[in-house]
């Protein structure tokens, strides 16, 4: 069955506000990964976490560390650039693929 | 930057044709894997491969042959190729071990008349 849940699967912003994305699991996972595609279908790297939290500009994104079975991506001041669909992948260790969700089509309007 | 290339980045068959994906990385990556990406699913995992002449089954196998040859190449075959396979479909590569971060290549849209 899936093992990474997405959530939400839509989602509508005004530029300058703040937002957050989900991804849960419905095992352990030894690391999560968040991705967004962009217009031209290209995915671009935007975190790698094994635990804790990583930040970049005006994202940040947290690994559930006590029970590994969620992660959060939030985006802080929306631009419109930010739009896109993101994606996030975990790997659930013992030489498992890392599995995708569903995917969160971001929009951000004026 | 880690470097993954796909060939052909579009393709267009008939139903029953013989197709084949093509994915070279050039960053000494054991891992690499071939995931297919459908509006509403996501990417799903179709195989991967520990390394030259490995093979492992994903979760969406059916209708596709994998081969690696080397560590650098890693191809996807259809042999043959049904409507419900039009996809854009995704190379990627990782170190593993006990990291799986992916670098994707750009992809291929194929297209099954």
């Known amino acids: 069955g899936d093992q990474v849940e997405q959530s939400p699967s839509a989602l509508s912003l005004h530029e300058g506000t703040d937002s957050a994305l989900r991804c849960n699991f419905t095992?352990?996972?030894?690391?999560v990964q968040w991705f967004r595609q962009n217009s031209r279908g290209s995915l671009i790297s935007l975190f790698y976490?094994?635990?804790?939290t990583k930040e970049n500009g005006r994202l940040k994104s947290a690994f559930d560390s006590k029970e590994r079975r969620y992660s959060t991506l939030h985006i802080r001041d929306a631009q419109l650039e930010d739009s896109g669909t993101y994606f996030c992948?975990?790997?659930?260790?013992?030489?498992?693929?890392?599995?995708f969700g569903a995917g969160t089509k971001l929009t951000v309007k004026p | 930057e880690a470097a993954v290339t796909q060939s052909p980045r579009n393709k267009v068959t008939v139903t029953g044709g013989n197709v084949t994906l093509s994915c070279r990385q050039t960053?000494?990556?054991?891992?690499m894997y071939w995931y297919r990406q459908d509006t509403g699913h996501g990417l799903r995992l179709i195989h991967y491969?520990?390394?030259?002449?490995?093979?492992q089954i994903g979760d969406v196998p059916d209708g596709y042959k994998a081969t690696r040859t080397t560590q650098e190449d890693f191809f996807l075959l259809l042999e043959l190729a049904s409507p419900s396979q039009t996809s854009l479909y995704f190379c990627?590569?990782?170190?593993?071990?006990?990291?799986?971060?992916?670098?994707f290549g750009h992809g291929t849209k194929l297209s099954v008349l």
């Open positions: 990627a590569s990782s170190d593993g071990g006990s990291n799986e971060r992916l670098f």
């Open positions: 095992t352990t996972m030894r690391s």
């Open positions: 976490l094994a635990s804790g």
């Open positions: 992948a975990a790997e659930a260790g013992n030489n498992n693929a890392p599995r």
């Open positions: 960053n000494s990556h054991n891992y």
């Open positions: 491969s520990y390394g030259a002449g490995n093979l």
